[in-house]
Each structure stands twice: as C-alpha cells, then as structure tokens.
C-alpha cells in the first residue's frame, strides 16, 4: 500500500491508532485533507512487547489495512507504514519522532489510546519534538474516564453492579420509567444453565469471513515474520471491516442471542463458539460502536425475538462490565498493572502456550485459543484464569498472557479482567471476592471431566484433580485473609472441617503441582 504524502508543512497529524479504526472518532473532528495528515503504522513492537499470537497480530494488520484502504478512497492524505518495509523504525514513537522531524506539523491529535504504554510513548515522542499533543476524548465508549471518576468519588467500595444500574438510567436501557424492565436489574439466576448429559445438540455455525487478497497477504507477512510466535493462522476468518462486523453482529442477534443468557457459563469438549456473541475483537477495534450492539439487543427483546434474561445479560457484559473495567484502568494506572495483592510467584507453567497438558479442562480452553485466538469468558475465568491463581502465578505473567494470546485484548479492557477479576491481585477493589472454585465447578458446567483422567471429587491421590488439591491448598494458604471475606465465609467454614492429615497431604499434591509449572535449568 502505498503512502500519500504532503507538500509543505501540515496543520495537523492526526495518529490512528490499531484499534481507532473509526472513521467518526474524535480525532478527525474537524479534519481538512487541505492542511491535515493521517498517520498509521504497523510495528513489530506491537507484536514483541508481549509475545503476541499470530491470529492477534493478524487480526489488527488486516483490519488496519483495510481501513487505510478506505481513508484512501476517500482521497484523505495519509502516512502508512507497513510492517515489511525496509525502513520500519520499529515502533511507533520511533515513526512518529521521524515523520514530526519531516512534517512539523503545528499539533498531533489522537484519541485517547486504550494502551497506557501507547499514550506515554506518544507524548514522550511529541515532547521530544516540541510539538504539542491533543488527547481527544474516545466517544465509542458510553462513560467518559472523567465520567467513571466523578462516579467513584467518596465510594468506601467500587462495584460493578452500582455503576450498571446507573449506565442503564442515564441510556434509558432495558427501563419501564425509572425501573428495570421486566422488575429486576439483573437476571443472573437464568442465566447459568449447563448442558444435559446429551450436551448442547445443534448449535448455529459461527459467521466467520474468507480473507480477502489484502487479508491474505497480511496472513503470510504475519506466518513469515512472527513464525515462532505462538497460534495457528489456518482458522483465520475474523472480521476486519465493519460491513463484516455489522454482517457479524446481524448474526449473532438473530441466531444467538435468543440462547446466549441461559449457556453463557456453559461449556462443552470440541464446541469453541456455542451462543456466544464473537463481537468484542469487532468493538474494540471501533468496527462497531456499543450503542449501536445495545441498542439491537433490546429492539430483539422489544420485538419478542429473544427473552429479556438473554438481553439483559449481554446488555450487561456491553454497557455494564466493559464499561466498569476501562473506568478502572484509566483511573487506577499505571500502579494497577503491578497489582499482587496475594504474593504469588509462580511461573506460568509452559504448557498455557502449547496446550499439552493432560488436564481435559485446560487442554480444551487452551487449544482453542492457540488454534482461533478464543475463548470464552468462563472458559477464561474459570479454566485458564482460575488454574493460574489457585496455583499461584505472579499475576503480571497471566496479564502479559492473555494480552498475548486473544484476539479481542487490548489492555484497558484486558489488565483489569486479569488483575482484578480473575487473579484477584487488587485485593478486591473490581470484584469483591476472588473467584475460585474445585474441579468440581467444572464438572458441572461441562463435559471436560467425562474425557478426563482426573476425578473432580478428589484433592489427594493419584487420581486427584488438580483443580481440586489447589482449590484447598488456596484456601488454606491465605485463610486468614479470606475469613474476612463475607462471600467467602461458606468455603472457608468447609476448609475448617478437613482433618489435619488431609490438609497436609493436600499441601503437600499443590507443591508437587507447583514443582511441576517450575521451569528447570534445561529450560
């Protein structure tokens, strides 16, 4: 793709970021192709700063191509550097440096970036150069930062459910007047339904997209340059305009939403998709926007197209919890990214980038995610998250993971999910307790455990699960802490009830686990 350049010195540089591809962003408020230029790169550094998969960094290529693509038909003057040119400084501070020392421009604007890395670089970058840089606000989002502060200010305690109700009456979402439709705010306890023992029966195929020739060609750079990078690229079929997100969100709403509230904890062996949306990568590249996700979901329920726990649910996860996590990064970084409120040291164990593992549960979570760069939120939550924070994983190494391996993480709405709700290293402040369980969760909410070697029920022995001897050994390890924990009283009272010698055998099968994630010399 080739770049347009400018004569003389530009009025403005406006930077578009990988995951800004939204023609209505703030940034180009009042954009003049006369006296403006655009400016995108492609980076290594985006790649290698984490070990990023090859279906994540593929995802953002395409999609940033074809929206440069776009800008060019629309004859906008643009700067794209891609990542096989010869020239590629490497970063993008290092292109921006050299194109400000080129161009001179009188400002740079961006809106705001969703990296807190990414908004340091670029203001050091504009620094250096003496150039001043407009942060614009990012409208895609239902609650500005200053919004979610105004919000927090004086709470003794933040919590999610709080700050949804109040997104739901300031959008008039889901509300009969001033009351929820329907009676209720939330309707969780319908929506926590696992498969029979037949599982889930048919199950509507996933709208995936052919790459295109630009895709393609991004698909064997990616396999070429990042060979040794973790993932598979023959699944690919992601959407990377938005005319395939809107395709993509058209699907979801008629052929998965009305099933979604009820399985959406479900999971099942071989059954990566089931009901769920497959959206978030589409919205947090700004290929859709969340009113527009919102608002489908409630016309599908307005309209008697799915039941209001379905919509209620996913409204939830859109307008509720994304929105509650990018308020907590914004307000809480950079100290929230060394969050460790549990001391854990450990390592993540080598098998989270392979898959070999003879635990059914993981080796499920973690060979769809290396083969489609996905997986679904319990299957994060409380498969791969939940086996690294009972074993005890220095949280920093399970953010740079999951940064690393999903096609839809960008870090504001990635770092708080993994340091907060699902290692617990903040101490409580995104969730009030920390989320554990037993194998025995497992077993009820899929099949994983029928293709097992390991018995849920069981915390010592050889057949023990590992789930199970590190959910007690959790217990047990920061029993002090956790009897304070009102939502965690149950589990700890049940802790107290096993005999000293079961304890100590437990302790000892959590150790051996641990030996086990430890990288030898030879590694």
Known sequence: MSAAGRAGRPRHLVVVLGDQLDRGASAWDGFDPAQDLAFMAEVPEESTHVWSSKQRTALFLAAMRHFAAALQEERLPLTYRRLDDPANRGSLDAELAALLRQHRPSRVI??????????????????????????????????????????AAGRRQLRMEYFYREMRRRHRVLMDGDEPVGGHWNFDADNRGAFGAKGPGPVPAPLRFAPDA??????????????????????FGWPVTRTDALAALDAFVEQRLPLFGRYQDAMWTAEPWLYHAHLSAALNLKLLDPREVVTRAEEAWREGRAPL??????????????????????????????????????????????????????????GQTLEHGYAHHIQR?????????????????????????????????????????????????????????SGKYIDRM????????????????????????????????????????????????????????????????????????????AD
């Open 110 to 151: 961006v809106t705001e970036p969703g990296d807190w890395r990414v908004r340091e670089a670029l203001r050091a970058a504009a620094e250096a150069a003496g150039i001043p840089l407009e942060i614009r606000t990012d409208r895609h989002f239902l609650c500005s930062v200053e919004e979610f502060e105004r919000h």
């Open 214 to 235: 630009m895709t393609a060609e991004v698909l064997d750079l990616v396999g070429l340059r990042f060979a040794d990078h973790p993932g598979r690229l023959a699944t």
């Open 309 to 366: 726990a379905s919509v209620e649910g996913f409204v939830r996860q859109v307008l509720g919890w994304r929105e509650y996590v990018r308020g907590i990064y914004w307000t809480r970084m950079p100290a929230y990214a060394a969050s460790n409120e549990l001391a854990a040291r450990e390592p993540l164990p080598s098998f989270y980038w392979t898959g070999e593992t003879a635990m059914r549960c993981l080796a499920e979570a973690l």
């Open 381 to 437: 939550l409380m498969v791969t998250g939940l086996y690294a924070l009972l074993l005890g994983v220095e949280p920093r190494q399970v953010h740079e993971w999951y940064l690393a391996v999903y096609v839809d993480a960008v870090e504001w709405v990635e770092l708080p999910n993994t340091i907060g709700m699902s290692q617990y290293a903040d101490g409580g402040l995104l969730a009030s307790k920390p989320y554990v369980a």
């Open 446 to 521: 899929s099949d994983y455990c029928r293709h097992c070697r390991f018995d849920p029920s069981r915390a010592t022995g050889d057949d023990a699960c590992p789930f199970t001897t590190l959910y007690w050994d959790f217990l047990a390890r920061h029993e002090r802490r956790l009897a304070g924990n009102p939502r965690m009283a149950l589990q700890v009272r049940n802790l107290a009830r096993l005999p000293a010698p079961e304890r100590k055998a437990i302790a000892a099968g959590a150790e051996r686990l641990r030996g086990e994630g430890r990288p030898t010399r």
